[in-house]
């Protein structure tokens, strides 16, 4: 598989070099489009993404902008859905495909979503993973608490005790090396030093972002990504981002969805759990 994993760039509407990372070569089956969460990048999807290219899909796992390889806007107004979503019309012009399947974490979900009311014609299947039309209060609470929030940490030992002490809770099984690896896809080496991988201007756009949240078009751009395709829902037992209420409604309003529940984890399971890549597999034999 190391020999079909290659860098990909494209342009956003509005000038900037966006990153994705690409695994497997094209086939006649639509491609697959990962986006992570809020603070996270390509790199969460390196175990889960080969698994899928093994499976005869292309993989494209993308840096939303502001994170990564990706640019970093000089507007932060620009972090929000609306654009997320513009730039995956970009990237899917970039490689000359009407339409892809998507896996979007968290954040990656809302912008699934909203790519299927803005153009649902680009989108042949989605999977979310942790993510519906409504976000725990709990959980955008703790997000809240730490994205772009100054804190010190000076080497990868720092690191590792920092991802640790933030995602414990929702990972207690980890293991040390586990948590290295985990705090090497949200760090990077940069002059010497260890630092996040993001624009801490992602958090300058938290208002809009939390009104964005409690907007009721939501649950309208569920729906509509539920009559894309086929849709899988995998959640964490004890999120605190995608309530269990919240599961219930979804799966009133699409009873078609498959919906998978990864034991002992909480926001966002990492998706190479054996309940997720079972339901990532049937996925992606239900789809075009």
């Given at each position: 598989m190391n020999d079909l994993v290659r860098d990909h760039k494209w342009r956003s509407r509005?000038?900037?070099?966006?990153?994705?990372?690409?695994?497997?070569a094209p086939t006649d089956a639509l491609p697959v489009i990962c986006i992570p969460g809020l603070t996270r990048n390509s790199r969460d999807f390196e175990e889960v993404a080969p698994y899928i290219?093994?499976?005869?899909?292309?993989?494209?796992?993308?840096?939303?902008?502001?994170?990564?390889?990706?640019?970093?806007?000089?507007?932060?107004?620009t972090y929000t859905p609306v654009q997320f979503a513009a730039d995956m019309v970009a990237l899917l012009a970039s490689i000359e495909a009407p339409r892809a399947?998507?896996?979007?974490?968290?954040?990656?979900?809302?912008v699934t979503m909203t790519l299927a009311m803005r153009q649902p014609g680009l989108i042949g299947g989605a999977v979310l993973n942790d993510v519906g039309p409504r976000v725990g209060k709990a959980g955008l609470a703790r997000i809240r608490g730490y994205a772009g929030k100054p804190f010190n940490v000076t080497t990868w030992e720092d690191a590792t005790a920092y991802v640790k002490r933030t995602n414990e809770a929702a990972f207690p099984d980890l293991e040390d090396s586990d948590w290295e690896r985990f705090a090497r896809r949200l760090f990077k080496e940069d002059n010497g030093k260890v630092v996040l991988d993001y624009d801490p201007g992602i958090a300058r756009s938290a208002s809009p972002f939390a009104a964005f949240l409690s907007s009721m078009m939501l649950w309208p751009a569920f729906r509509r990504l539920a009559r894309c395709g086929p849709l899988t829902l995998i959640?964490?037992?004890?999120?605190?981002i995608l309530e269990r209420v919240t599961v219930q409604r979804m799966q009133r309003q699409a009873p078609a969805m498959t919906v998978v529940e990864v034991p002992g984890v909480g926001h966002a399971p990492q998706l190479d759990e054996p309940e997720a890549q079972r339901a990532i597999k049937a996925f992606l034999q239900a789809a075009p």
């Open positions: 509005d000038g900037l070099t966006l990153f994705a990372r690409v695994y497997g290219a093994e499976q005869g899909r292309q993989v494209f796992a993308v840096d939303l902008r502001g994170r990564g390889r990706s640019n970093r806007s000089q507007n932060p107004k399947l998507f896996v979007g974490t968290s954040l990656g979900g809302l959640y964490g037992e004890t999120s605190d």
